[in-house]
């Protein structure tokens, strides 16, 4: 019913930025909140950052000054500008959302198949 397709992933070196992207498609009603997760090697996933439709964005302590989130609403896209790139943010970053498919009573969770950022030398 709802696909979300990842893009902008890919390696950089450290000091670096990268750009993602995410467009949820299908039978949406509407979108409570979008975001961005992450999982490296033997870790679990873990938040990065997640926007709210009203514009309230929440970010994980080890990104808060580098990494922006975005969205745009007519276009049912989420964007994450990251900028200074450090080793330690290289995972697979899956694109979350939190939307309300038509005949549907309640809003469900969605997930992307994820990206590789990988920041490296």
């Known amino acids: 019913q709802v696909q979300l397709v990842e893009s902008g992933g890919g390696l950089v070196q450290p000091g670096g930025s990268l750009r993602l992207s995410c467009a949820a498609s299908?039978?949406?009603?509407?979108?409570?909140?979008m975001g961005w997760y992450r999982q490296a090697p033997g870790n679990q996933r873990e938040l990065v950052a997640t926007?709210?439709?009203?514009?309230?964005?929440n970010y994980v302590d080890s990104v808060k000054g580098r990494f922006s989130i975005s969205s745009d609403n007519a276009k049912n896209t989420v964007y994450l500008q990251m900028n200074s790139l450090k080793p330690d943010d290289t995972a697979v970053y899956y694109c979350?959302?939190?939307?309300?498919?038509?005949?549907?009573?309640?809003?469900?969770?969605?997930w992307g198949q994820g990206t590789q950022v990988t920041v490296s030398s």
């Open positions: 926007i709210g439709s009203g514009g309230s964005t």
């Open positions: 979350y959302g939190k939307i309300l498919v038509y005949g549907s009573g309640w809003p469900r969770d969605y």
């Open positions: 299908g039978s949406i009603f509407s979108i409570n909140a």
